[in-house]
């Protein structure tokens, strides 16, 4: 299966996190874009990109979570959106497995967990 092309938005508030993340994405062959921290920049960025997979934390930075910035890109994609938080408490859980194509993982995440995920969603996008 040829993954060259595919391409991941990681929007995560944590540097180090997002570094970590972008660099098991560049492990699966995918291109990246990174170290977004806010929703209203990933909500642009997502519409600008058309990315294969966006990684989303919960808490970003700004007024607008990761949840709701999932329901905005909705809107006009149906990009499988992957959460990752450390945000495990029921409210957020339920919140963000209401938007759809979407998963939830919660932090610490190892590469081979993130790489399941990920497989995950992108193949049942083709299905």
Not at 80 to 87: A, D, E, M, S, V
């Amino acid at each position: 299966m040829e993954q060259i092309s595919k391409k991941a938005i990681i929007v995560e508030d944590n540097l180090i996190l997002s570094i970590l993340y972008e660099n098991m994405m560049k492990e699966m062959v995918f291109k990246t874009v990174g170290e977004i921290r806010d929703g209203e920049t990933a909500v642009k960025l997502i519409r600008k990109y058309a990315p294969d997979v966006v990684i989303m934390d919960i808490m970003l930075e700004g007024d607008m979570d990761g949840i709701q910035a999932a329901y905005q890109i909705r809107d006009f994609t149906n990009v499988p959106i992957l959460f990752i938080t450390g945000n495990s408490d029921a409210k957020h859980a339920d919140r963000a497995k209401r938007v759809s194509n979407s998963s939830f993982l919660t932090k610490p995440i190892t590469e081979e967990i993130l790489k399941e995920a990920v497989t995950e969603l992108v193949d049942n996008q083709v299905a």
